[in-house]
């Protein structure tokens, strides 16, 4: 049996490869304190809030509390 004569060539593979490059849309869920929309296992960005507890201080708030 005769062996072959070229390997795959590199457009062949990396189209192939490039068959699987999708943008997904981001995940969303429903902060559970403000009702925002925020990502899974992320802080909320508008109340700071991840788990019941407040983790981070929102920028609006942290720029008010500097100014006194």
Known sequence: MANLKWKTPRSKTRSRRAANWKLRAVTTVLCPQ???????????AFCGYYDGRQVIVPKDEHATEQRG
Do not use: I
């Not at 403000?34 to 909320?44: I, L, N, S, T, V």
């Open 34 to 44: 403000c009702r925002e929309a925020k990502r899974p296992h992320y802080a909320c």
